[in-house]
């Protein structure tokens, strides 16, 4: 349609209204909101922002720590923010990256290595010995060690262990705790009637999978030259796929999901669950959503093939961090010592049955049922590869999709063909 | 920015002065980050680069890598099938829904249309939450309704594990989402056309069929063309559902472009691979509007 | 299942079926013809409907009707504890009012640049004006999803980040290119004799615009700005990357996907979460349902 050329001789005053409009819009838009999160770092307390991983405390517990906090820290205010597994990596590299980041972050012993190198965290190889670090648990020290700077400071470990419903052992005439795996499949056998189910493990939780391979000899990725390669396609690591998929038939996990979809604790407060296997601590928060289930949990550790070992499990656990993007370095640090000493860690010990940083505070779990069989558990202890670019699997994670697969009817050692040749191209990138 | 216009102007600025917010606001919020993003592919480019701000250029390093990589050159092919099933189900159900709607009643029509309008409205990440629900495993409508109609098998199945069945329940899931708008844009391009070319040509003796033909299809053309570019777009570029649902699997199986490249940026941290993979994925658009744009500018004498 | 859809109690099935006796007594025979037809608008319906009816019944039922062994579809005693656990969620109505801005923001400021250029691409002659017309088009196709990390870096250095009018303004800027297209369609296919005609007859110029164009415009302005609440209300992965420390600054769509997080398979929560999400858009479309259908025709015809 041709336009008329009066059309353009004049605007319309509309326009210069509602260009004027635009320009209020936009400065509106720009000024409604910007003052909200910057606050002066020098008089008046420093406010510390900390983030903190789902279920790594009870509600319990750090309400108590952010008291005592409060009480001794007059010009500190922290913040703990509670932050989700699921997509944890964008978020971290993004606080890190940014301008002003929250001030103590907690990461997990697989992860820390690649933040540390990554230069966005700070150096704390000065507050060893304030920290009195020489006895750190080296599954936690050692991630967070770069190049002889220790950037990441230990803070809890935890194994897994099987945490089982007394009630139900006792109603179905188990007296004992199995020592081998075949005594496990026979009583989760027995235990999987009714309403009940006899094991509750979530198709994907890819580090019990782990402890079996490892029972059988074999691993997630073996050092091939100077590269790793994934090893899910060995023998040894189809025979631990076979004995997941047994166990995994014994209950109602799915398939297709890890044990944060749906939330674990939640799954089990439920009452119907017979067996799980978690960290000890996760029963702390089964009975604050549950308070009926009080005491009803006992623990033993994943049984082993034969009955003079445990079975293997991963050593999991977190690390503290300052980044080098914090506005309040050291304010932090005074958070990450609180969190780290004596007082703090025992009291977690106790609390989340957790294996605290330090070998010296290890007493703290005696006479703690869910400790000693952790205690068991971590003599056969073990991590996943360490290869720093390992947290790379684990996010894109093709053992989960293996798992899932395979648990589906999937040929088993085709995927884990599929499987590994994934892993080994990430780990070499 | 002062947006204002001056009476005094010369008359040949006003044009340049109305496009100038789009302009500034497209070069601060489109053009830089695209060429920020052009020049990340060209770059060694990870988490620690991100941090500390020191990359260094690598030349078509990222290119080689990944148009080399035979995993990309599957997900191309699998969004190129993604995009054209997609969008050849939303065209034909569309139509299909717009020529009943024209032939229906009122009651039944306003029915139809206010459903659509629903459907419509949901916001997308409500309703992929809802299609979640709909295939749960365990108490899904879906599963229920199949046992329920002789299938067993389908008892507690779980079709997020099944990369086929992920698929199909994505495509459903987009073609429900789009449908509504394409089926309401046509509709309404229907009953533009006048009742009179139709009358002349029922007593000229003209067919059903050759009515569509003759009448319908061409005055229909123009809107085609729009909403087909439209579906092709979203579809190509849709990630949200995906991500939601799937996150590209289970074994990558629903991975198309955009999440190929989110993986490798967000997962991965290899912000060099996934700015090289987005700047293909971008050229890919490109070429296959091309061709509608160029249509677009025939057409209109008026551009 | 089509056949029991009468017995629902959304508002239009009651019309139908109140409406159809009065039918079937004056011409059976007829209506017996046009049964497939109804029965294929009754799907459409039924299968348009269903996810959202299902996501609001399941927000309502209580949780042992949820997980019944066979789906209640039609639920028979309500609940609101969905609800009121999902309202109780830490900073929902915050996050409500965050959204609410930065949709209202961007889609305010969409419109009013978008319309400054729709005007210049339309009615005016300069150079360059296809040329930049053909990039609003292509701007059409940015792939948002790998912009990502860019925009981030961006936004970092220039302080924006952690703060809500940055989305603001990536949201505008997602909207933009959509409304000026759509708007010079809209505007095209006014005629300018229309608004002569009334300078003609005593109008100002300015005075003609406002009475004969805008009014015109106003299904364009209208179905525009839907489409931009729609995806402003929706966003996920920048409200995600770009709102890191400042928790309390988080929209909806975020809270939402750490709700199912959250949650876990407490669908009767989660469904609640998300019906009060699409809430708003939903009103606001079932509200302008005419217009915006008369809005796509107007536009889109043109194309």
Not at chain 1, 115 to 140: E, I
Not at chain 1, 146 to 170: L, M, S, T
Not at chain 1, 212 to 220: K, R
Not at chain 3, 232 to 259: C, H
Request: proline share 5%; net charge neutral; aromatic share 10%.
């Amino acid at each position: 349609m041709p336009t008329a050329p009066s059309a353009s001789s004049a605007l319309p005053r509309t326009f210069r209204l509602v260009a004027g409009c635009a320009v209020l819009g936009l400065t509106l838009a720009l000024s409604a909101c910007g003052g909200s999160s910057d606050e002066p770092s020098t008089d008046g307390p420093q406010k510390v922002t900390m983030w903190m991983m789902k279920d790594s405390v009870t509600k319990e517990y750090l309400d108590r720590f952010k008291k005592d906090f409060a009480a001794t820290h007059k010009n500190v205010t922290l913040d703990v923010q509670i932050q989700e597994w699921d997509g944890i990596g964008e978020k971290v590299t993004a606080a890190l990256a940014s301008n002003d980041a929250p001030d103590v972050i907690e990461v997990g012993n697989t992860q820390v290595a690649q933040y540390a190198a990554s230069g966005g965290v700070k150096d704390l190889s000065d507050k060893k010995a304030d920290l009195k670090g020489d006895d750190w648990l080296p599954g936690l020290a050692e991630p967070g060690n770069i190049d002889g700077k220790q950037f990441g400071i230990p803070w809890y470990a935890a194994n897994r262990v099987v945490i089982y419903n007394k009630d139900h052992f006792e109603a179905a005439g188990i007296k004992a705790p199995p020592k081998t795996r075949e005594e496990w499949i026979t009583i989760t056998e027995k235990l999987n009637k009714g309403k009940n189910q006899g094991i509750y493990l979530p198709g994907q939780t890819w580090y019990t999978l782990a402890g079996f391979i490892w029972d059988e000899g074999g691993d997630l990725a073996v050092k091939d030259g100077k590269n790793y390669k994934g090893a899910l396609d060995t023998p040894e690591a189809l025979k631990g796929m076979e004995f997941y998929k047994q166990l995994q038939a014994l209950g109602k996990g799915p398939k297709d999901s890890d044990e944060a979809k749906p939330n674990l604790a939640d799954v089990v407060s439920k009452g119907d669950v017979s067996q799980y296997i978690a960290v000890p601590g996760n029963v702390k928060l089964v009975e604050e959503a549950n308070p009926a289930l009080k005491g009803k949990f006992g623990f033993f550790p994943v049984p082993g093939k034969t009955a003079d070992k445990p079975g293997a499990s991963f050593t999991g656990g977190s690390d503290l961090i300052i980044p080098e993007a914090s506005k309040h370095q050291d304010a932090a640090y005074e958070v990450i010592k609180a969190f780290t000493g004596e007082k703090w860690q025992t009291d977690m010990a106790k609390t989340m049955s957790y294996v605290p940083n330090k070998t010296s505070f290890a007493k703290a779990l005696d006479g703690d049922a869910g400790g000693a069989a952790m205690a068991a558990a971590a003599a056969n202890g073990r991590a996943t590869p360490n290869s720093p670019e390992w947290a790379a699997v684990e996010a894109t994670n093709p053992i989960k999709g293996y798992m899932t697969a395979v648990l589906t009817g999937k040929d088993m050692a085709a995927e884990a063909k599929k499987a590994s040749d994934n892993i080994t191209k990430t780990l070499t990138k | 920015m002062s947006l204002t216009l001056p009476r005094a102007l010369p008359r040949t600025y006003r044009p340049y002065l109305l496009i100038a917010p789009a302009v500034a606001g497209a070069a601060y919020l489109l053009v830089y980050p695209l060429v920020r993003n052009i020049v990340i592919s060209f770059q060694r480019y990870g988490m620690g680069e991100l941090i500390r701000g020191d990359a260094k250029f690598v030349g078509f390093e990222n290119y080689q890598k990944i148009l080399g990589d035979g995993e990309f050159w599957t997900v191309v092919w699998r969004t190129l099938w993604w995009t054209t099933l997609n969008t050849a189900l939303i065209m034909v159900i569309a139509t299909l829904v717009a020529l009943m709607i024209q032939r229906l009643r009122k009651v039944m029509r306003i029915l139809v249309m206010s459903g659509l309008v629903l459907a419509w409205a949901s916001p997308v990440i409500a309703t992929t939450t809802v299609f979640q629900w709909l295939f749960a495993s365990r108490y899904g409508v879906v599963n229920w309704v199949l046992v329920h109609l002789g299938f067993e098998s389908y008892e507690n199945y779980s079709w997020f594990a099944n990369g086929p069945a992920t698929f199909a329940i994505l495509v459903v899931l987009i073609v429900w989402q789009s449908v509504p708008f394409a089926a309401i844009t046509i509709h309404s391009a229907l009953i533009t056309v006048p009742t009179e070319l139709y009358e002349s040509a029922r007593l000229d003796g003209a067919s059903g069929s050759r009515m569509f033909r003759s009448i319908t299809l061409p005055i229909l053309r123009p809107i085609f063309g729009l909403v087909l570019s439209l579906e092709i777009i979203w579809t190509f570029t849709c990630f949200a559902q995906i991500w939601a649902i799937s996150k590209g699997g289970p074994d990558g199986s629903t991975t198309t472009l955009p999440v190929y490249a989110y993986q490798i940026a967000q997962s991965l941290h290899r912000y060099d691979l996934a700015g090289a993979a987005s700047t293909v994925t971008v050229l890919i658009l490109v070429v296959m509007l091309i061709a509608y744009a160029r249509q677009m500018f025939k057409e209109e004498a008026d551009l | 299942m089509t056949t029991t859809a009468p017995t629902t109690t959304l508002p239009g099935t009651a019309r139908a079926a109140s409406a159809a006796p009065a039918a079937t007594a004056r011409e059976p025979r007829r209506l017996l013809r046009r049964l497939p037809l109804n029965l294929a608008a009754l799907l459409t319906f039924v299968l348009s409907v269903f996810p959202v009816y299902w996501m609001v019944t399941t927000a309502f039922k209580p949780t042992q009707d949820i997980q019944a062994d066979t789906p209640l579809f039609f639920p028979t005693s309500f609940t609101l504890d969905h609800f009121s656990k999902a309202i109780a969620a830490d900073g929902f109505w915050m996050f409500w009012r965050n959204s609410l801005f930065l949709t209202f923001s961007s889609v305010l400021m969409a419109l009013v640049v978008a319309l400054g250029a729709a005007f210049a691409v339309a009615r005016l002659r300069w150079h360059g004006r296809r040329g930049f017309y053909l990039l609003v088009f292509m701007a059409q196709v940015a792939p948002w999803g790998s912009l990502l990390i860019p925009m981030y870096i961006i936004a970092r250095d220039t302080d924006m980040l952690d703060k809500l009018p940055m989305l603001t303004l990536i949201y505008f800027m997602i909207n933009l290119p959509f409304t000026i297209v759509t708007l010079r369609s809209f505007l095209v296919g006014i005629p300018v004799e229309l608004e002569e005609a009334a300078q003609v007859d005593g109008c100002t110029r300015a005075g003609a615009f406002r009475r004969i164009t805008f009014p015109l415009l106003a299904p364009g302005l209208l179905s525009t700005s839907l489409f931009g609440t729609i995806t402003a209300w929706n966003e996920f992965a920048y409200a995600n990357m770009l709102i890191i420390k400042s928790q309390d600054d988080r929209s909806l769509p975020v809270w939402l996907s750490s709700f199912s997080n959250v949650f876990g398979t407490d669908w009767g929560a989660t469904m609640a979460a998300s019906t009060l999400f699409a809430l708003p858009v939903l009103i606001l479309f079932l509200v302008l349902q005419g217009r915006v259908a008369a809005g796509m025709t107007g536009g889109a015809v043109k194309g």
